[in-house]
């Protein structure tokens, strides 16, 4: 009897791993609630490995997006995906990412993806019209977000890079230098702070808080090696301080 009940429980749990390892992605998919501003296009493949043609959040599109599910991590309650998404011939990010989950955290590790940096200039609001030009490469060690009653950042470690920095503005082609900035946290927010050594004599900090509501602060105060072409759009930035300095928010 016993030795029954043993073949009786391999049976099973073999069924079990067998329906999990051939259930289809689109049926996950389309079970779950998405938010009004997200929509998935195209899904094929397994839940432990995806294909998802686009994803589309507001107005950026993410395309070839695919992942690859760990099992051994369904037996310690924290989910593991291997994310990879984008082509450098396809518009729109590109790069890859391993993100984990629990029902107290998501963490992300070994990010390093690749924006143009015109989606990023779209969803802030400039106190001119520009196009950016290049790309921002974000690198990222680690980023923890608890969660709850609202989402925290509790770890971040990583940085930012405008590659080829540039916008169009003023109908001229203005080259930018070199512009980086650190991610950390501060005080529940995922913090990007600009390093202050760089052509426009700008220091800011960006802040990206639950449900990804941005903000940030900053001044611009115009040196030796500041673009010429940009010295007439300065008026669009309001009154210079006694330092010399304009203020910028977002």
């Known amino acids: 009897m016993k030795k029954y009940f043993a073949y009786t429980g391999i049976f099973l749990v073999a069924y079990l791993v067998f329906v999990l390892a051939t259930l289809p992605a689109q049926f996950v998919v389309s079970k779950l ?34 992942s690859s599910l760990s099992f051994w991590s369904l037996f310690t309650l924290s989910p593991q995906v291997d994310l990879t998404f984008g082509d450098a011939m396809l518009p729109g990010p590109e790069g890859k990412l391993t993100l984990t989950a629990s029902t107290s955290e998501l963490m992300l590790n070994d990010v390093d993806v690749l924006i143009p940096a015109n989606t990023i200039a779209q969803q802030i609001a400039l106190p001119l019209p520009v196009t950016a030009k290049g790309n921002v490469e974000m690198q990222l060690a680690a980023l923890a977000i608890s969660l709850g009653d609202s989402m925290q950042c509790t770890q971040a470690s990583g940085q930012l890079n405008w590659l080829r920095a540039g916008v169009i503005a003023l109908e001229q082609n203005i080259k930018l230098g070199k512009l980086a900035a650190d991610i950390g946290c501060e005080q529940g927010a995922i913090a990007v702070n600009l390093e202050p050594k760089n052509d426009l004599g700008l220091t800011f900090s960006a802040y990206i808080r639950d449900k990804g509501k941005i903000s940030g602060q900053g001044h611009l105060k115009p040196g030796a090696k500041f673009p010429e072409q940009l010295k007439s759009a300065l008026p669009f930035l309001g009154k210079a301080d006694n330092q010399g300095r304009y203020r910028i928010n977002i």
């Open 33 to 66: 609630t998405l938010p009004k501003n997200v929509g998935i296009y195209g899904v094929s493949g397994t839940i432990w490995q995806t294909n998802i043609e686009q994803v589309v959040i507001t107005n950026t599109q993410i395309q070839k997006v695919n």
